[in-house]
């Protein structure tokens, strides 16, 4: 006794049941309950979301009687009545459908054609279905449009597409346009858990998620793999058995893998794409689901909410999404999309794939070399699954970690507000001295102003009382004059002396400004150590030297023979290694040689960069929530703050 496949048997009677095509499903039933029926509607959309099934489930709707017999057009089809039945079954006459891919000349439109100006002999509507009508011919085309345009009142057209650019403009503009969507794999894992149940199979959730993914938006394609996965397991559908039949990656490797590239462990990494190859799995479809991965992470540290708990990767997901940095993600996504369609060329595909993972490891960005990385628990000798479980002492020093660079830069605005307040005060006295000078040359200006008062008032008395003598008087005032114009000049002179005297002494207790060559000199820190991240950021250098010099720390000099500890043998190229050399003696003017040591890394220019970003969000967030609007909404309206909405402004 042979059984009907689950998509044959489990496809949709009626608009209630259909799954993903909420938008279509609203316009077609206000349509048949307010009477308002075109005569053409075109349905476009991958394999495999429902075109065929919309197109039964109308023709249904328009020409259902009921259950008595007397029931008229509507958007809930009774599927009990002889049209529904003989629609359902394919045998109803005023239902046509035709395939265009094999009838697709002018002679097979011309036929059907003739046949429309008839009237329905078992219906209310004859029903043309024409699937894939985008293969029909020119002349097809051509031949249709008339009718397509004005049709029998009893006539109506249905036309499916999997590609509507090539349907001719003049066909489109006659017709009602339906865009079908792909379905998400979460919906898709719902309806099959529904018709699982209802065909008494029992099934994992993580592997109908799988197979959700891998129906690729198909409903029609996620059942019959459903269906091959029964038979492969023989009866209940497990995660195991569905990767097996899929040849797809076990999800343990992926994100052992993204540890391994995250920890720049190039070693482990070709270890692991050896370990997939042996197991027998593509190792393109392997790029893919690594390409996948690093998307549902770039999701999650944008929209944390997102993230369903049900989830069984949930708890990897949010580990790498805390380790690994947003640029890091974004550049392995769009270096693994690449990857993908080089694949091909490689000379095999093993090679292929281990040149990408050595290509991802050489350009890893600034922040994948963050401090963070190295809270990723460590592999467990075992199964893939195990190596996923975080280890408890990595974490431990990834808290130190973040405590000490989060210590380093409170250290270092301490010493910045030090400075500013020295800066300040030095102003504040300069300004002082200025007021001083300034009022000191007031009350002379004042004192000489009253004695020219006081010697023209004589002058005046003078020359009343005794006409005789203006002339000498007149003589007196005008030397007396003369002299204190000489005065005041002498006084202003002597103002202008003393300021330029405390200009210079101010000057002098600044420090000089050092020659170009030894402005970059790095500072002594307080520990007699020089401040090696400042001077860092000042070097003219990009790439890998860049990120040498940034995720660097300063680990002793011995003379001019200086040594940085970086976190990766990654960076102790000798390319980059030399560009920086460089560029050092450039900037210092003088011969450095730089050694290179591997360890673990407290104090460098990104992780004084990565803990001042943390402070900034951390202030924007406690600004947004002390806010006297946000406040009111949150307490009188039960608002809420979106947690990772809020972003800090750039500095």
Known sequence: MSSTVLAR????????????????????THALQRRRLHHAYLFTGT????????????????????????????????????????????????????DAASNRGVDDMTRLLEQAVYKPTAGRFKVYMIDEVHMLSNHAFNAMLKTLEEPPESVKFVLATTDPQKVPVTVLSRCLQFALKSMTPAAIAGHLQQVLQAEGVDAEAAALQVLGRAARGSMRDALSLTDQAIAYAAGGVTLDAVRQMLGAVDSGYLFELLRVLARGDGAAALRLAEALDARGVSLAGATEELAALLQRIAVQQIVPQALDDADPDAAALRELAAALSPEAVQLNYSMLLQGRSELALAPDELGGFTMLLLRLLAFAPLATEDGALRAIAQPVPGAAGQAAQSNQAAQAAQAAQAAQAAQAAQAAQAAQAAQAAQAAQAAQAAQAAQAAQAAQAAQAAQAAQAAQAAQAAQAAQAEQAAPTEQAAQAEQ?????????????????????????????????????????????????????????TLAQQLPVVALARSLALQSEWAGADGDRWTLRVPSEQ?????????????????????????????????????????????????AEATIAADPLVRELVDEHGAQIVPGSVRPLEA
Request: glycine letters at 6%.
């Open 477 to 533: 005032a005008e030397q007396a004059e003369q002299a204190e114009q000489a005065e005041q000049a002498e006084q202003a002179e002597q103002a202008e002396q003393a300021e330029q005297a405390e200009q210079a002494e101010q000057a002098a207790e600044q420090p000089a400004p050092a020659e170009p060559s030894q402005q970059a000199e790095p500072a002594e820190a307080a520990d007699g150590a020089f401040d090696w991240p």
């Open 571 to 619: 960076f102790a190229r000798a390319g980059a290694l030399d560009k920086l050399q460089t560029a050092l003696c450039e900037q210092l003017g003088r011969a450095i040689e730089l050694r290179i040591e591997v360890g673990q890394v407290r104090d460098s220019a990104h992780l004084r960069a990565t803990a001042a970003r943390a402070q900034r969000q951390r202030e």
């Open 47 to 98: 394999r495999g979301v429902g075109k065929t099934t919309i197109a039964r489930i109308l023709a249904k709707s328009l020409n259902c009687v009921g259950a008595d017999g007397n029931g008229d057009i509507t958007a809930e089809p009774c599927g009990v009545c002889q049209p529904c039945v003989e629609i359902d079954s394919g045998r109803f006459t005023d239902y046509i459908e035709l």
């Open 9 to 28: 048997k489990w496809r949709p009677k009626t608009f209630a049941a259909l799954v993903g095509q909420d938008h279509v499903v609203r316009a077609l």
